[in-house]
């Protein structure tokens, strides 16, 4: 089941989502987070911050799997999203460490990464939480539009779409990685719940075949539909193609 949050504006998208989080974390101490990097969460990711600043959030029991990582990007370039998630969020929290995971990008075994990616989640009983971001062309991680929904994690080709989408991040589109280590649909559909920010114009298409369309791999993010548990937080102009109420 799908349930839509209608927000403004991106600020207050990030504020709903970081409350949806904090209140797993309050319930669960010991909770499996799934996390997402991009431009998406990163005021979500501010807001947990703010709270543990604040004293009203503890995060020494939680543990985070991260959806994806460019394939041949060290963990010390800026641009990694191991990089991301330090800068974003665990420099700035009391989490272990040794409790948060990022798919290896440096590991040239795409297989021996994916499968030892993928028991580990398994081993810690799956995610409780997983959070996502959706991309222009409805890809969630790194899956992209494609002819079947590729179940366990796996190494991916970059679309055109995706390394234009993340080039404003590179000194110039030849610098940004061709391919990525990414969970799979099967591995994001057995979170127990999932959580989805979007904010912009530019989501609008990819949000409403995501809800409203048929489920298909061509559109991702549609498969969503089948989850018992979705919550998508979405602002004014993600929502711009959906009947205004």
């Given amino acids: 089941m799908v349930k839509i949050i209608r927000v403004r504006d991106y600020d207050e998208m990030s504020r709903k989502a970081a409350n949806i989080i904090a209140a797993q974390i309050t319930l669960n101490p010991q909770s499996v987070l799934g996390l997402a990097t991009g431009s998406s969460p990163v005021g979500t990711y501010k807001n947990l911050?703010?709270?543990?600043?604040?004293?009203d959030l503890d995060f020494s029991e939680v543990s985070s799997y991260n959806l994806d990582e460019y394939r041949g990007i060290s963990r010390a370039n800026d641009q990694s999203y191991y990089y991301f998630m330090n800068d974003n969020l665990f420099d700035h929290v009391n989490i272990n460490k040794d409790n948060t995971h990022v798919p290896n990008g440096e590991n040239p075994d795409a297989d021996n990464e994916c499968t030892t990616?993928?028991?580990?989640?398994r081993a810690i009983g799956g995610v409780d939480l997983q959070l996502l971001g959706l991309g222009r062309n409805g890809h969630i991680g790194f899956n992209e539009p494609a002819d079947d929904f590729a179940a366990a994690t796996h190494c991916v080709d970059l679309t055109?779409?995706?390394?234009?989408?993340n080039k404003r991040f590179f000194a110039s589109a030849d610098d940004v990685p061709r391919q990525a280590y990414t969970m799979g649909?099967?591995?994001?559909?057995?979170?127990?719940?999932?959580?989805?920010?979007?904010?912009?114009?530019?989501k609008a298409e990819a949000l409403y075949n995501s809800v409203c369309g048929p489920v298909t791999p061509q559109v991702p993010g549609s498969i969503l539909q089948f989850h018992p548990d979705v919550t998508i937080v979405a602002d004014a102009d993600a929502l711009s193609k959906f009947p205004q109420e």
């Fill in 185 to 202: 649909i099967g591995t994001i559909m057995s979170a127990k719940k999932i959580l989805v920010v979007v904010s912009g114009a530019d």
């Fill in 117 to 121: 990616y993928d028991a580990a989640v």
């Fill in 49 to 55: 911050v703010a709270m543990y600043e604040a004293g």
């Fill in 160 to 165: 055109e779409s995706t390394i234009e989408a």
